[in-house]
C-alpha cells in the first residue's frame, strides 16, 4: 500500500511521435555533446529528460545520425514517416493531357478521368492533394418545365397499381 507523501500517478511515458524540429533540436544537442563522434557517458539520459523523452528514443536518434553520417557525411536523422508503403507513380504526363481536352469533356471527374486515360480516383487524389486546381465555367442547366412533365409522366407511365401492396 502507497504511503500518503507518494504520488499516485506514474510518469507516463510520451506517446507522440518527435516532429521534425524536435528531432533536429534533439540532434543539436547530442552534436553539442559528442567529441570525436562518441557521446560522452551520461549524455544520452540528460538529452532525453531535457526534451521530455524516453533515452532509449534519443539513443535511437543517435544511432541513425551515426547511420546517415556514414552513407552521407552529414550528421542528421531523418525520420522514416513516409519511407514506407507504395511509391507514387508519377503522372504529370497523363495529367497535362487534361490541357489539351475541351472544357465541355472535362467538366466532371469522371469524364476529366477518361479523357487523360487516369482512373477517376487518381484524379480525385491529385484535386484534393492540390497539383490540380479544379476552374469550372460550365453550369449544368436545370430541368425546365417542360422537361419536368415529360419526365413525370413517362415515370407514372411505368408504375402498375397492381404492384401496390398497400391501399390508401
Known amino acids: 500500500m502507497p504511503s500518503s507523501n507518494t504520488p499516485t500517478t506514474p510518469n507516463l511515458p ?7 524540429t524536435e528531432r533536429a533540436q534533439v540532434v543539436s544537442a547530442l552534436l553539442d555533446q559528442a567529441t570525436g563522434g562518441v557521446l560522452p557517458h551520461g549524455a544520452s539520459p540528460a538529452v532525453a529528460a531535457a526534451f521530455g523523452v524516453s533515452a532509449r528514443t534519443v539513443r535511437r536518434v543517435w544511432r ?13 536523422s531523418p525520420s522514416s514517416m513516409n519511407s514506407s508503403g ?24 469522371r469524364t476529366a478521368a477518361h479523357a487523360c486515360f487516369l482512373p477517376p480516383t487518381n484524379l480525385f487524389r491529385a484535386i484534393r492533394s492540390g497539383s490540380l486546381r479544379v476552374e469550372t465555367s460550365i453550369s449544368k442547366p436545370m430541368l425546365s418545365e417542360g422537361n419536368k412533365t415529360k419526365r413525370i409522366a413517362f415515370c407514372v407511365e411505368h408504375v402498375s397499381a397492381a404492384t401496390h401492396l398497400f391501399e390508401m
Open 14 to 20: 510520451r506517446t507522440t511521435n518527435l516532429s521534425n
Open 64 to 76: 541513425r545520425i551515426r547511420d546517415n553520417y556514414e552513407h552521407t557525411g552529414v550528421y542528421t
Open 86 to 109: 507504395r511509391r507514387g507513380l508519377d503522372r504529370s504526363r497523363e495529367l497535362e493531357w487534361l490541357r489539351t481536352v475541351d472544357p465541355s469533356i472535362r467538366n466532371t471527374v
